[in-house]
C-alpha cells in the first residue's frame, strides 16, 4: 500500500467536500442545528399547561388553593360552571379542570374536603404534571405541622384512565414519524436516481404530462406506505397491546393523507436537487424538527414556549393530534376537522409544487 497514494485521494475527497458549499455548510451547520433541536425539544416538563377552573366555593379556602398553584406550570381559565369545566376538557381546550366546590371551604375545615379533577389521560405525562401541581399547591396551602393536609384529590379522566400505558400514547405518534421517514426518504431516492439516470427527460419527452408523472410515482409510493401504515397499526396492537379506542379505518385514512403530502415532499426536494447526495443532505432539516417539535414523541407542552409556534408550520403536528384524537380519544371526522384540512393543504401544495418544477425540468 503507498501512504502517499492514500494521502493524494485524501486531498481530493477533502477538495471536493470544501469546494462544494451546500456539503461544506452540510457537515458544519448540521451538527450545531442537531445539538439546538435535540436541547430544546428534550428533556423538559409541560409548562403553560392549559387547564379550566370552576371554583363556586362561599368560603376562602378555593381561592387560596388557587393562588397557591405554581406558576408557570398550569395555565388557568374560568369556567363558569362544572360542567362547563368539564366541556373544556372533553372538546380538547384544556388538559384539565379543577373542580372546587360551594361547600369546600367547610369540608375543609372537618377534613371530608374532595378535590375533583377532570383529566385528559391521552398524555399521561401532561396529566402527571397537572396532578403533581395540584398537589403541591395543597401542601402548601393546607399542609399542617405534620405535612398532612386535610383535602383529597379525586382525578376523573375524561379520556384514557391512570393505567394508561407509555405505549398507548406513544403508538399514534410513533405511526406518523414512520409514515414520514418511509414515504419522504423514499420518494426522493426514487426521482433523484431517474434524475441520474436521464429517465425523466425520455419520459418527458413522450405524451406524458408532468402531472401524470408525478401523480404516478405517487400512487406507487402510496401503495408502499399503505403497506407500512398496516404494519404499524397491527404491530402497535398486536405486539405492543396498544389499546385504541377510535375508528381504525379513519386512523388509515388520516395516515395515508399524510403520507401523500409526505411524498409530494419527497418529489419537490428531489426535483430540486441535482444529485442524491444534495437531496440527502436536506433530510436531517426536514426530519429532526418534525421529530422534536410536533407532539409526536412527546407533548408540545414539554418544549419552550417561543418554540411552540414553531409547530404549527409542521405537517407531523397535525397528523400526530389527529391520530392521537382518533385512536386514544374516540373522535371522529367532526373534531379533526381541521388536522384533515391542514394534512390536505399539505398535500396539495408539495404534489402541486412537484409537477411545477418537474414540468420547468422538462
Known sequence: MSFSRVLAVTRKSLGQISGDRRTFAFVLVVPLVLILVFGYGFGGQPTHVAV??????????GVRLLAAL????????????????????HNGNSWAAIVIGPNFSRDLSTGNATLTVYL??????????????IQSAIQKAFAGPTGKTPLVIAPAYVYGSASTSFIDTLA?????????FATTILAILVLVREKSQGLIERLLATPLRP?????????????????????????????????FVGNLGLAF?????????????????SAVAQSEFQ??????????????????????DSIPVSFRPVSEFLPLTYAADALRSILLRGWGVGSI????????VYAGLTLGGAAVLVRRQA
Not at 406550570?73 to 362547563?84: G, H, I, K, Q
Open 253 to 269: 385514512g388520516i395516515l395515508m393523507l399524510f403520507a401523500l403530502g409526505n411524498i409530494g415532499l419527497g418529489l419537490l426536494i
Open 279 to 300: 437531496a440527502v443532505q436536506l433530510i436531517p432539516f426536514i426530519i429532526f424538527p418534525q421529530l422534536l417539535f410536533t407532539g409526536a414523541l412527546f407533548p408540545l
Open 120 to 133: 385528559d389521560g391521552s398524555s399521561p405525562t401532561t396529566s402527571s404534571a397537572v396532578l403533581n401541581a
Open 70 to 89: 405554581p406558576g408557570g406550570v398550569l395555565d388557568l381559565t374560568n369556567a363558569s360552571s362544572a360542567e362547563s369545566a368539564y366541556n373544556s376538557v
Open 52 to 61: 379550566a377552573v370552576s371554583n363556586t366555593d362561599t368560603g376562602p379556602d
Open 337 to 344: 376537522g381541521w388536522d384533515i384540512l391542514a394534512l390536505a
Open 211 to 243: 402531472w401524470e408523472f408525478v401523480m404516478g410515482h405517487g400512487l406507487s409510493l402510496a401503495v408502499v406506505a399503505a403497506a407500512q401504515s398496516t404494519v404499524v397499526l397491527v404491530a402497535s396492537i398486536v405486539i405492543f397491546q396498544a389499546s
Open 172 to 180: 399514534p405518534g410513533v405511526m406518523a414519524i414512520v409514515v414520514t
